[in-house]
């Protein structure tokens, strides 16, 4: 019987992918390696994967570029894989559409945990209604296809953006800390800087916001978190 989910490990270093795979396999997960940037872009519509682990050092092209590719055309949850441990790095990856970053050397059974924690909140929870609209449908949220649509056009939304706005926008006017976001988006296993969930809403704001800096959608509440501002038609 064919496993739920397939995951996609990208990687040049043969002896990783391998055991990567092991151990993605022994926790129950269908696994296909690939080893350059270009297979990753070729084979992602093939493969359609649950989420791809994606190495920054790919021979061809840069993971960095990688990730913006497939960014564009799928909202399928990447974890970046990477050698870099600077903050800067790190929030840069989750700049361009990454979930997740785990740096090298690393602990297999760590990246695993990290597997289930994004596929597990990315099993979207629903808004109140199948298809909520804001604004005489400036933005729409699709529950049911898990898309949304700003000015009548796909917002390609990463999964965590996805979840972030869904989070908020059932909850119209609550004010959410960061802490509550970061459990509701990334799961209580989070170990991260809760700052992470900022780079996220810029993210967000740049996708579905006339004007970012003055957002009408994703509202900062100075020192307390963030709220959602839409009113619905």
Known sequence: MKRQHTIMVADDEKKIADVLSL?????????????????????????????????????????????????????????????KHRDEDRLKGLQIGADDYVTKPFNPNEVVARVHAILRRTQFDHPLADRMEYRDGDLVIDALQQVVYKGGVNADL??????????????????????????????????????????????????????????????TVYGMGYRFGGDND
């Open 158 to 219: 990463t999964a965590t953006e996805y979840k972030l706005l869904t989070t908020l926008s059932r909850h119209p006017k609550r004010i959410f800390s960061r802490e509550e976001l970061i459990e509701r988006v990334f799961g209580l296993d989070f170990r991260g800087d809760v700052r992470t969930i900022d780079a996220h809403v810029k993210n967000l704001r740049a996708k579905i916001e006339d004007d970012p800096k003055n957002p009408v959608y994703i509202h």
């Open 23 to 83: 151990y993605l396999e022994q926790a129950g997960y269908d696994v296909v390696c690939v080893y350059t940037g270009t297979e990753v872009l070729q084979r992602l519509d093939e493969i359609n994967p649950s989420l791809i682990i994606l190495d920054l050092m790919l021979p061809d092209l840069p993971g960095e570029q990688v990730c913006t590719m497939v960014r564009a055309r799928s909202a399928v949850p990447i974890l970046m894989l990477t050698a």
